[in-house]
DNA sequence: TTAATTAAATGACCGACGGTCAGTTATCAA
DNA sequence: TTGATAACTGACCGTCGGTCATTTAATTAA
């Protein structure tokens, strides 16, 4: 389990998934410190220590890293919203819920803006499969929890999961701009970015979608 | 107003305008012909009859054409929305037209889609100032638009666009990977993939969103 | 008509990047 | 100790977006 540190070759399993945790750690350095254009393979390579070839041994490419990096933290956001929705809550909590979460996974809001377009465009059929199996497992117990915690019949619940789905997914494409820094700015312009941040676009809305079908819900 | 199709050189204003409409143009049909990818600098020259340095006098970056392209539909999609859309008309009515405007507006969806993440990361910041002012002034002329055909009041107005357009970004997304060829995707993807179409995703979302925000608006 | 001036057009060139592969060498089994 | 395996290396490649010194068409002045 303990890999060493000096260890030159990664022989086993366990060594060789840590080789990667550590390319995935050393990508989330470069990502806080310059963005996401500011990885590069030889940069990653430079910071993780290893040579760039041997990147391609745990990596098959760069997108493939971003959508490894995407189900982390997608998986985070599932578990946190199992831990913490809970039956009764109501439309506002759950929506102010799913906002903290989307909000606080590190990384999770700027690679989910950056999946389909980016991400998805350019990463091979196979492990694309595997990452969307992935996703669609992690999406479908997120909405069976949603189910359970609104009392929304499981014939309704896709649409509302979908419905929110996609108002998260628009959130997180103007939180991208909203993020930018204000300065150089000119005065018109400063508004307009910082307007559409995350959590004032996301959480009304997501709070009048639930609404509106959890309503019905609890009267039927 | 007419160019000689020989002309050599575009010396006055018009001239200028319509050069950077055949650049437009060609785009276009690169795009078509093999997608966003296909279309590279070099390519874009060579079919439209230019050297590549030339297609820097007209077009600051490839993503600021991209840019330009996406001006062009937004402009047809308020147009046409404010064309069709009346008073009176329903929640599912007004879904169903914004969904076709955005579906049948070539370019529209796919280019809304790589906005934010593809294309206005790599704008520079005057030609992005620009085009944001004529985005956010469409952007109100839509909303006036539809406040007045729903009724909605105009302090919720502004909400009710802002999710609206989210859910769109959002499906959007999910469009572009709807759009693959289900050709060669294994019959478990084949679902995964196609079941996000653009028109299934939004029009019931919208709807919902217009019914929520339109029965009280009609009640009070 | 000719010469001087302007600026549109050109394409060879550049640097950066993602990705590859023939060769090297650490590790382990015999 | 030796041979086999495969993890590792980094020089190299092709592509692409973008630049700029130079060319040349079009306009103006002489």
């Known amino acids: 389990m303990v890999l060493e540190d000096n260890a030159k070759r990664a022989r086993s399993e366990d060594q060789k998934a840590e080789r990667q945790a550590g390319i995935l750690a050393a990508a989330r350095e470069i990502i806080d410190e310059s963005g996401f254009d500011g ?3 030889s940069g990653l390579a430079k910071r993780a220590g290893l040579a760039k070839g041997t990147l391609y041994l745990y990596v098959r490419s760069k997108e493939e890293l971003f959508l490894l990096l995407f189900l982390e933290a997608m998986d985070e956001v599932v578990d946190r919203f199992k831990a913490n ?3 009764g809550d109501s439309a506002a909590h759950l929506a102010h819920l799913m906002t903290e979460n989307a909000l606080t996974t ?3 809001l700027p690679l989910f803006a950056r999946l389909v377009a980016v991400i998805e465009a350019n990463v091979a059929d196979e492990p694309l499969f595997t990452a969307k199996r992935r996703l669609l497992a992690l999406g479908h117990e997120w ?7 609104t009392g929304v019949g499981p014939d309704q619940v896709e649409a509302l999961a979908r419905t929110l789905m996609m108002a998260m997914q628009g959130a997180a494409q103007f939180d991208i701009s909203a993020q930018r820094d204000p300065e150089g700015l000119p005065d018109d312009m400063r508004e307009a970015f910082g307007a559409y941040a995350f959590a004032p676009s996301f959480e009304p809305s997501a709070r009048l979608i639930l609404e509106a079908v959890m ?3 609890l009267e039927g």
């Open 215 to 217: 309503a019905p819900a």
């Open 143 to 149: 909405s069976m929890h949603l189910a359970y915690v």
């Open 106 to 108: 590190p990384l999770f």
């Open 39 to 41: 990885v590069t393979m």
């Open 85 to 87: 929705a809970k039956l």
